[in-house]
């Protein structure tokens, strides 16, 4: 079993950036595929990106696409969202999910994170 914790959330004025982090305990987080999640009021929950386990590709939905930019620290154990010029529409409870072994992140994602908000608002 993997404990995941998201940090680096907030509140940011239109066109800047955060950093997320999902930070793992217990187990290398290189043999999950990790996959960032978004839910903003009223809206279903949508996966946005997702970095594969091992040395797995990244996926990108088109809304965060040149935009946001995932990645992984295997010495830290820690997968990051970095999201640069970020619109209203970015403003969600962001969480970030494990499927072991999953190289194209297929999925199903079997450990989550708690959630943490994002705001962005001028």
């Known amino acids: 079993q993997v404990q995941l914790v998201e940090s680096g959330g907030g509140l940011v004025q239109p066109g800047g950036s955060l950093r997320l982090s999902c930070a793992a305990s217990s187990q290398p987080l290189s043999h999950y595929a990790v996959g960032w999640f978004r839910q903003a009021p009223g809206k279903e929950r949508e996966e946005i990106s997702c970095i594969g386990s091992a040395d797995g590709g990244t996926v990108y939905k088109d809304s965060v696409k040149g935009r946001f930019t995932i990645s992984r620290d295997t010495a830290k154990n820690t997968v990051f969202l970095q999201m640069n010029n970020m619109e209203p529409e970015d403003t969600a409870v962001y969480s970030c999910?494990?499927?072991?072994?999953?190289?194209?992140?297929?999925?199903?994602?079997?450990?989550w994170g708690q959630g943490t908000q994002v705001t962005v608002s001028s």
């Open positions: 999910a494990a499927s072991h072994l999953d190289y194209y992140c297929s999925g199903p994602y079997t450990y």
